[in-house]
C-alpha cells in the first residue's frame, strides 16, 4: 500500500473521555459491510463510472496527444473551471509544481477558479497569448462562473492568435448534449472532449479533469490511476470492513460524532505538496454528506504551517473536533544546519540536523500532543509522495465518503441546497442595469 491508516488515537484507550469506545464503534464499523457490498456490486456491474476509472487505460493515448501538443506549443496553460472542475488537477499538478515553476519542459500551470475581476485584468500584463493554451471545463457546460472567464478572455485570444487559430489554443471538456459550452466550443470550432455524466465534479480527479492538466504538467496518469486501483482493490476485496481502511475511517468519523458530539474534522498535511489536496478533500467531505442535518465540517490545515496558527485552539479549546495527519518520511531530507551556525547561536539541538528532521520531529509531536490531549486522532503515513500515493490517497477519501453516505443515509452525489443560491444569483444578475 501506498499509506498506512493508524487509527488507535481515536479510541477512549488512548485518549480517555472523548475517546470512542469499542462498543460505540464495532456496530458502526459493521454497519460499513453493506455499503462495502454495495460498492462491489456497483463495480462488477458497471454501474458507478467512479469505479471503473482506476482500471481504465483505453482513454489515456487521446489525452496524451492533447497533452503533447500543450508541451510544445505553449509556456503557459490556464484551466477554467472551479470546484470540482478544478481541485482535483490542481491537486495532481502539485506534485510537479509547488509555486516554483514548473519542470523544464512543461507549461506553468495556472488554475483560474474564481472571478474576481482584478485577478484577470492582471492576465495580460503577465501572458503572451500566443504562448497561452487554455483548458475550460465545466461538466454541466453552464456553470456561469467558468463560462463568464471563457467569454472574457476570448477576446484576447482572438487579438492574439485571431479566430482562425482558436482552435489550436483552446480544448473544452463538459458532458455531452446541448449546452452553452457546447454552442461556444462549436461557433470556434474547438476541440471537445466529453465529461462523463455519471462521474460528478468533485469525483472527477481520476478521469480526463484531473488527468489532462496532470498529463500536461508531466505527471504519469497511468501510475495515478494505478494507485487508486491498488486502493479500491483492497477496499473490495477485503474480508471485513475493519480490514478496508476506507472503511475504517468512515465508521470513525460517523461513530465520533454520533457519540462524542465532533462535529468537525481536520485534514492536516505535512507536506506542502498535498496542500492543494486538503482543498480538494474538503469539498468532497462538505458537498458530499452536508445533507439533511448530516455531515461534519472539514477543514484545511497545514504542518507546521498551523501549528503557529490554529494549534492552541486544537488542543485547548472545545474537543469536538476529529483529527486526521497526513504524514511523510522526512527525516534525513533537506539541506543541513550548519553546527558552528547553530551552536554559535544557542542553537546546538539543530546543530548538524537537516530539516526534514526538523519537519519530522513535529509532525510525530503534533500527533503525539493531540492525543495526550485528548483529542482523536488518526495518522495516515505516505512514506513516498509521488502519482501513484496521490491516486491511492484520492481513491481512499473518496470511497471513504461515499461509505460516510451510506452510513448516514444521504446521497453522497448530489448538492440540492446550492441551486437554491445559484437560482438567486440569476436573479439579481437580471434585475441589475446594464
Known amino acids: 500500500m501506498h499509506y498506512r491508516q493508524e487509527i488507535a488515537g481515536c479510541f477512549a484507550a488512548a485518549i480517555g473521555e472523548h475517546g470512542l469506545a469499542e462498543r460505540d464503534y464495532a456496530p458502526v464499523l459493521a454497519g460499513c459491510g453493506e455499503a462495502l457490498a454495495w460498492l462491489r456490486d456497483q463495480h462488477a456491474t458497471s454501474s458507478l463510472p467512479l469505479l471503473a476509472l482506476p482500471e481504465r487505460q483505453d482513454d489515456l493515448p487521446a489525452l496524451q496527444d492533447i497533452s503533447s501538443g500543450f508541451r510544445e506549443r505553449f509556456e503557459n496553460v490556464i484551466v477554467l473551471g472551479t470546484g470540482g472542475s478544478s481541485l482535483g488537477g490542481q491537486t495532481l499538478v502539485s506534485l510537479a509544481d509547488i509555486g516554483f515553476g514548473p519542470p523544464s519542459g512543461t507549461p506553468r500551470m495556472v488554475f483560474l477558479d474564481n472571478i474576481d475581476p482584478d485577478t484577470f485584468a492582471e492576465l495580460d500584463r503577465f501572458l503572451d497569448w500566443r504562448r497561452t493554451g487554455l483548458l475550460v471545463i465545466s461538466k454541466s457546460g453552464s456553470t456561469a462562473e467558468t463560462l463568464t472567464q471563457f467569454l472574457t478572455l476570448v477576446p484576447n485570444m482572438v487579438a492574439a492568435v485571431g479566430e482562425d487559430g482558436l482552435a489550436r489554443h483552446v480544448v473544452t471538456i463538459t458532458e455531452p448534449g446541448d449546452s452553452p459550452l457546447r454552442l461556444l466550443a462549436e461557433r470556434f470550432a474547438l476541440p471537445m472532449l466529453d465529461h462523463d455524466p455519471g462521474i460528478g465534479g468533485r469525483f472527477s480527479a481520476l478521469s480526463l479533469v484531473g488527468l489532462l492538466p496532470a498529463m500536461i504538467a508531466g505527471l504519469a496518469a497511468e501510475e495515478v490511476r494505478a494507485g487508486a486501483a491498488e486502493t479500491l482493490r483492497a477496499c473490495l476485496e477485503a474480508s471485513a470492513p475493519a480490514n478496508a481502511p476506507p472503511a475504517a475511517g468512515a465508521a470513525l468519523a460517523v461513530a465520533l460524532q454520533r457519540h462524542r458530539g465532533i462535529t468537525t474534522t481536520v485534514l492536516m498535511p505535512y507536506r506542502d505538496r498535498l496542500a492543494a489536496f486538503g482543498l480538494w478533500y474538503r469539498q468532497l467531505w462538505a458537498e458530499s454528506l452536508g445533507k439533511g442535518g448530516q455531515g461534519t465540517t472539514p477543514i484545511r490545515a497545514l504542518g507546521t504551517v498551523d501549528q503557529h496558527s490554529q494549534l492552541q485552539l486544537y488542543l485547548d479549546g472545545p474537543p469536538d473536533k476529529m483529527f486526521t495527519l497526513l504524514m511523510g518520511d522526512v527525516a534525513g531530507g533537506g ?93 439579481y444578475l437580471a434585475a441589475m442595469k446594464i
Open 335 to 427: 539541506a543541513e544546519v550548519p553546527p558552528e551556525l547553530a551552536g554559535a547561536t544557542g542553537l546546538g539541538y539543530l546543530a548538524g540536523r537537516r530539516m526534514g528532521d526538523l519537519l519530522d520531529a513535529e509532525q510525530r509531536a503534533t500527533a503525539d500532543t493531540l492525543i495526550r490531549h485528548g483529542r482523536p486522532t488518526r495518522v495516515m503515513r505516505v512514506p513516498r509522495l509521488d502519482e501513484a500515493a496521490m491516486g491511492a490517497l484520492m481513491m481512499h477519501f473518496m470511497l471513504e465518503t461515499i461509505i460516510a453516505a451510506r452510513l448516514m443515509g444521504v446521497d453522497a452525489f448530489d448538492q440540492p441546497a446550492v441551486e437554491e443560491s445559484k437560482r438567486l444569483a440569476r436573479d
